[in-house]
């Protein structure tokens, strides 16, 4: 099984769904249920992770919906000027998103409002390098170069990306999980599979995951997520009309417009997830002594070691909003003195409570 690489920010971000390594959308039908070659669910995935890996040219528009159950904090005075409250502001709700991805590079943006935020990535046989844009506060911040093609689905820009949801999400199935396919369906006004993933334990929140899987050219078009026993996703991502062409390589030039302010960082290291099948209870299997894994597969609960719950810049304090506990998620805290441990996972909060005797 593949493993998986992401980001600590990430991992905070979206908790659960990248804790298991998935990711959401909806997988939803049209008024007519298109006749498609039967095939299996392991062939399915087999020939879909290879077109993920052949990096065929796709654009196209999305839609993006978030229901997470995130607090709601008060949206006027100075918690409104920034902070968490724009955070959970900008997390919520639905999302309009055009997406261009090729062997070239990759370019995803949301538009706003009068606005637009953007991640792009230029790649090279040996390099890359990215830039992400926000036209809000006329800033982008410059990434790179990197040893390495980029791929940015660690990033929460790039988590606005169906195929790169949907390639984490697929390399990510252990015998935890429960493969099966639903009716077929339309994505876009193209013909899907649609392929359901199921945690096998009673202790995750999640219920099961729905990808949408275009019949011709392998490619997910659309996923979601389900809260265990919901009818409707609580998150959700998919096209709205998605063609194969070529991309022009100028896509992913970016140029800082004159006047904007310009930040230069270093690229990250990788920060490795142990595989879902090795026992991970109360170790750090090497990813150091401030993260903590407990359990495996679906239920697994992450900890990671603060040096206290700060107070953001608009005056919110953090441990107002925990314990937390959504329909896909819970999050709470353990407080050690001079430090603490925030825990999250795709589990009930009483499976948090049952770690906090075993932190440190």
């Known amino acids: 099984m593949a493993r998986i690489r992401r980001s600590p920010l990430l991992l905070v971000l979206v908790l659960a769904v990248v804790s298991s390594g998935i990711a959401a959308g909806l997988a939803a039908r049209a008024a007519t ?13 087999a020939s879909s992770l290879r077109a993920l890996n052949a990096d065929r040219p796709v654009a196209g528009q999305l839609l993006a919906h978030v229901d997470l159950g995130l607090p709601s904090l008060p ?12 955070l959970l502001d900008s997390v919520n709700g639905d999302h309009r998103v055009r997406l261009w991805s090729s062997g070239d590079g990759y370019r995803v943006a949301e538009l706003l409002p009068g606005a637009e935020i953007s991640l792009t990535v230029r790649r090279t046989d040996r390099t890359a390098e990215a830039w992400a844009w926000d036209s809000r506060s006329f800033s982008a911040t410059h990434l790179g170069p990197m040893t390495a093609p ?19 999400g697929l390399a990510a199935i252990s015998p935890t999980t429960r493969i099966t396919l639903g009716p077929n ?24 995951i729905e990808v949408g899987i275009d019949a011709e050219t392998r490619l997910p078009l659309r996923v979601a997520m389900f809260a265990r026993g919901a009818g409707k996703p609580a998150l959700s991502l998919g096209f709205t009309s998605v063609s194969f062409g070529s991309v022009d390589p100028a896509v992913y030039r970016f140029t800082p417009p004159p006047g904007a302010a310009v930040h230069q960082i270093r690229a990250p290291a990788g920060f490795p997830i142990p595989e ?13 002594e401030y993260v ?13 070691r603060i ?23 819970s999050a709470g805290v353990a407080e050690r003195g001079d430090h603490a441990w925030l825990l999250v996972g795709a589990v009930p909060p009483s499976r948090l409570a049952a770690v906090e005797p075993q932190l440190p």
């Open 276 to 288: 879902e099948s090795a026992d991970t209870t109360g170790s750090d299997q090497g990813i150091g």
């Open 150 to 168: 980029a791929r940015p689905a660690g990033s929460p820009v790039g988590m606005l990306d169906p195929l790169q949801v949907a390639r984490q």
């Open 75 to 86: 949206d006027e005075g100075p918690r409104a000027q920034g902070g968490l409250a724009s």
């Open 185 to 208: 369906a339309r994505v876009a006004g193209r013909a899907v599979y649609v392929l359901r993933i199921e945690p096998r334990s009673a202790q995750t929140l999640v219920g099961r």
């Open 33 to 45: 249920t298109p006749s498609l070659p039967s095939i299996t669910p392991e062939r399915l995935i």
């Open 292 to 304: 903590r894994t407990f359990g495996r597969g679906w239920a697994t609960v992450l900890a990671y």
């Open 307 to 329: 040096p206290r719950l700060p107070t953001d810049a608009a005056g919110v304090d953090l441990r107002s909003l925990l314990p937390f506990s959504g329909p896909l998620f």
